[in-house]
């Protein structure tokens, strides 16, 4: 290298350590990273006046007494003599179950009114419960409340359930099925209330209605995948005459499915009570089990009694429980069968599962 090369290459190099050049053996200067997006908050909870007219006092004990949606025929209805018999045990309140398209033969129709005549005499309360897992129309819906309850009647102590654990949701433009059933739920409540129809009204909700499926908090830029988001979306829960509260589902086995006899997860009923309570609604849970006639399963015992204590200690918001599982027309290996072995349902008969749903 010649003298004149040697001096540039001392300048080139002072350069350098002045830091004004980038020999290749430096490392890059850090990149500065934008900040992290700020997490979308869920939703606040929309206040509502649906429940505020609702005067049942819970807890009150109630019990399904299914059969009638079993055969088509409606030779499996539960009768007033049926019906009896639980009330003789001290339930308060009956859950009737039945297919919609079974109230068009007016000889099953006078069944349920029957039924229905029964546990009115008495005092008690009765939900009656279209369980066709399915999601008419909203006018078809109105049309069919509206045409029963001409039958019934008339009693402030019957409840309408207008749709068992809803789903097959088909609206081509508004299809998140959460949000359908919100908005559905407010039209079928406002047709309703215009026909005159004056009675408490229980509607159920996508997801099988488990209870925890009630919020699920999504954030606000998250589809709709809970009932209470959805409503809240919706703008809350709307009835004019203050006579709606929101009918969930718990059972104890793994995912709630109702299909094993032992209990795992939580027990209670989740958030069930301080959600509704949060936007000044009521709730009701109609379904629900943790044994059968002669036996609770060992790991059902806490399952249990957790629940009796949560309806008696939420009683200002869940109104009440209809257990799952009665009715004679049970094979006798169903796992939440209440009724003992056939014919022995007398009023002498003990159980200390049944005392358990009376909440003693």
Not at 10 to 21: D, K, N, R, T
Not at 57 to 75: E, L, W
Not at 229 to 255: E, M, Q, S
Request: with cysteine.
């Amino acid at each position: 290298m010649t003298r004149p090369s040697i001096a540039a290459g001392l300048v080139g190099l002072a350069i350098a350590a002045a830091g004004l050049g980038c020999p290749a053996s430096a490392a890059p200067s850090p990149q500065r990273m934008p900040p992290p997006p700020a997490p979308q908050k869920a939703n606040a909870p929309v206040r509502s006046s649906a429940s505020t007219n609702v005067r049942i006092r819970g807890p009150v004990f109630g019990v399904n007494i299914a059969g009638c949606s079993f055969v088509a025929d409606g030779t499996l209805c539960p009768t007033p003599a049926s019906v009896r018999a639980y009330l003789d045990k001290g339930f308060m309140m009956v859950r009737l179950p039945f297919k919609g398209p079974q109230m068009a033969d007016p000889a099953i129709r006078r069944k349920l009114v029957a039924a229905t005549r029964a546990a009115l005499d008495r005092g008690a309360y009765v939900v009656l419960d279209r369980h066709d897992y399915s999601w008419p129309s909203v006018s078809e819906q109105v049309a069919f409340w509206t045409s029963l309850m001409a039958s019934m009647p008339r009693s402030d102590r019957i409840i309408i359930d207008p749709m068992n654990e809803p789903r097959h949701f088909d609206d081509p433009v508004l299809t998140n099925d959460w949000d359908q059933w919100a908005r559905d739920t407010n039209q079928i409540i406002a047709g309703l209330r215009a026909a005159g129809i004056r009675n408490v009204i229980a509607p159920e909700y996508p997801g099988s209605s488990a209870t925890f499926r009630l919020r699920k908090r999504e954030d606000a830029a998250k589809p709709s995948e809970s009932a209470l988001v959805a409503l809240d979306r919706a703008g809350g829960l709307k009835d004019p005459l203050g006579l709606t509260i929101i009918n969930g589902h718990r059972y104890f086995d793994k995912g709630s499915s109702g299909t094993q006899p032992s209990c795992t997860g939580t027990p209670g009923y989740d958030n069930f009570a301080s959600e509704l309570r949060a936007r000044g609604l009521k709730g009701i849970i109609t379904e629900s089990a943790f044994g059968r006639a002669g036996a609770i399963p060992p790991s059902c015992e806490a399952a249990g009694a957790a629940a009796i204590a949560y309806l008696k200690t939420n009683a200002d918001t869940v109104v009440g429980v209809t257990w799952w599982g009665g009715g004679a027309a049970w094979n006798e290996r169903y796992l939440f069968k209440i009724e003992p072995k056939k014919g022995s349902f007398g009023p002498k008969h003990k159980d200390a599962y049944l005392d358990r749903l009376l909440g003693r």
